[in-house]
Every structure is written in C-alpha cells, then in structure tokens.
C-alpha cells in the first residue's frame, strides 16, 4: 500500500508542475459538455427514466464517462512515458505487478480529474442550471466502474508495450465508449450489447440512483462486469509483457 500511495503521490505532483495537461483537459471536457447542453443532448432521458430533469442525468453519465476515459488512457500513458525516461526498469524490479503499482497511478488521475468534474459542474450549474446529488450508490458504481475500465486500459497498454506507439487507438476507444454506451443517448439495441462494458453498466446504475429506482440486479451486474474486465486486463497485459520481453521492446523502446 506505501508503494502504491508513493506512486500516487509523485504522479500528483508531476500533474500539477505541468499544469498544461490538467487545463486542456478541463477546457476540451467543458466546451464537450456545453456543446451538449446547447443542442440539447439527452431530451430522450426525460421519457425513459420519467424525469424533467434530463440534463441532471446527461451530466451523471459525462462524469462516469470522463472517470472511464482516465481509467483506460493512465496505464498505457504512464507507461510509454516510463519506457521514453528509462525507468521502468525500476518498477519491473518491484515487489508488486506492474497491474497493481500503477493503481497509485490511476488514483492520482482519478483525483485529478476529480477537480475537473467539478468545476465543469459547477458551470453547467450557472450557464444551465444544471444540479445532481451525489449519493453514496453513485459513488460506489464510479468506483467500481473505474476498476472494470482500468482492466480494459491494462489490454490496451499491453497493445503499446508490444505494438509501442498506439495513441490513435486509444482516442478512438474514448469516442466509441462516449457513444454506444448510452452516455450520450444511443440505440436500445447498442445499449444491450455494450451492457458487457462496465461504463454502460455504471450508467444504468447511476441513473436508476439519481431517479430512486431499485439497484438490485444492476448493480450485481456492474459488479460481475467490472470484475471480469479488470481480471481479463490483468492476464491480458502480463501475456503482452511476456511477449515484448522476448521481442526485446523494453530495452529497444
């Protein structure tokens, strides 16, 4: 746990010396979600979950979404940019995996963009209005959502440990995870099939939350999803880093 707090740490620090990362992130995910409320994103939640306040819901489903595009891109980020200082080494030497050290890592991020949830709430609050409660079941399903989306992150930075550069890859995973996992509304039908992601679960269960409908089942289901996604990532990875050894990628990045 110090190691990883340890990782947390200095990954926080990092973040905030280069401040530039942290204000494009905050600018391009606001100006997102205004686009979105301009064009009035979303009406379809007002029939489906029977509430007026649909863009309460559209916002709950960007913020789970914004949490599942930092799960996934903080591996294989943190990775390529240890594989370019030349210390990964180190943490190849380290007690721990390299699938559970980088967990401080995704707390920084999760952290970090915390603090960007946040402040883009809190425009939408004063240019649209726009106010949700936070209760502890929508806590618990971000959570447990970020770990299922971690497993996913891990295949794709084992992608980039045998593949190396992939970062196109990783774009096009965040828009397709943006819309077809009814963060934005989609399809019933595409709904259904992306209901084995975690982000679509964890959107379900925070908006049946947010309107009082009973969890039950959903939130098993967020549970056994994410759960097979972080154990697939983590066996995904380590056959990716078995293979790059042979291949001797770690030592000719």
């Known amino acids: 746990m110090r190691i990883i707090w340890y990782e947390c740490k200095m990954d926080v620090l990092r973040t905030f010396r280069y401040k530039m990362g942290l204000v494009s992130d905050l600018v391009i995910y606001t100006l997102l979600l205004c686009f979105f409320f301009w064009s009035n994103t979303g009406q379809s939640f007002q029939e489906l979950y029977g509430v007026e306040n649909y863009q309460a819901l559209l916002l709950l489903g960007y913020v789970a979404w914004t949490f599942s595009v930092t799960a996934i891109s903080t591996i294989a980020s943190q990775l390529l940019a240890e594989l370019q200082r030349g210390t990964l080494f180190f943490k190849l030497h380290s007690r721990l995996p390299l699938q559970i050290l980088y967990l401080g890592d995704l707390l920084s991020s999760v952290l970090v963009q915390t603090i960007v949830v946040i402040i883009y709430s809190v425009v939408t609050y004063f240019f649209f209005g726009v106010r949700y409660t936070v209760t502890l079941p929508i806590v618990a399903a971000f959570l447990i959502s970020i770990l299922g989306m971690y497993g996913i992150g891990l295949m794709i930075a084992g ?10 890859i990783v774009l096009l995973v965040q828009l397709f ?7 934005i509304p989609t399809s019933p039908v595409i709904t259904e099939v992306s209901s084995v992601l975690p982000l679509t679960m964890c ?16 939130f098993l289901l967020l549970c056994a999803v994410s759960l097979l996604w972080f154990v697939a990532g983590y066996v995904v990875f380590d056959c990716f880093m078995k293979q790059a050894k042979k291949k001797g990628n770690l030592l000719l990045y």
């Open 159 to 168: 992608l980039s440990l045998y593949y190396k550069r992939i970062g196109a």
């Open 177 to 183: 995870l943006l819309f077809v996992t009814d963060t």
């Open 203 to 218: 959107n379900t269960v925070i908006r049946n939350s947010f309107v009082h409908k009973d969890l039950g089942m959903t």
